[in-house]
Nanobody, 115 residues
């Protein structure tokens, strides 16, 4: 079992920045990647960004060049730096971990971008 706790969401104006944090605890030795997903009202949950244990990152096209995912030194934390935020980035953001599949989810943190 892995427990995940996200923080850092909030309300920001378009063009602003936010930094999300996620701390993992429990059986973290089995994790090979961590990632951020988001779900807007009435939409399916979508992948935003991922980072592997070796530091390889990937991003959704909609956030490339604006968002940066990174791991903490202890490897049990993951961050999402979000710059030049747009109203369409408004969603609940979830942290997740990958073993063989994306498993274990945090409670989510709300990000609201006003126009």
């Amino acid at each position: 079992q892995v427990q995940l706790v996200e923080s850092g969401g909030g309300l920001v104006q378009a063009g602003g920045s936010l930094r999300l944090s996620c701390a993992a605890s429990g059986s973290i030795f089995s994790i090979n990647a961590m990632g951020w997903f988001r779900q807007a009202p009435g939409k399916q949950r979508e992948l935003v960004a991922t980072v592997t244990n070796s530091g390889v990152t990937s991003y959704a096209d909609s956030v490339k060049g604006r968002f940066t995912i990174s791991r903490g030194n202890a490897k049990n934390t993951v961050y999402l730096q979000m710059n030049r935020l747009k109203p369409e980035d408004t969603a609940v953001y979830y942290c997740s971990t990958r073993l063989t599949t994306w498993s274990f989810w945090g409670q989510g943190t709300q990000v609201t971008v006003s126009s």
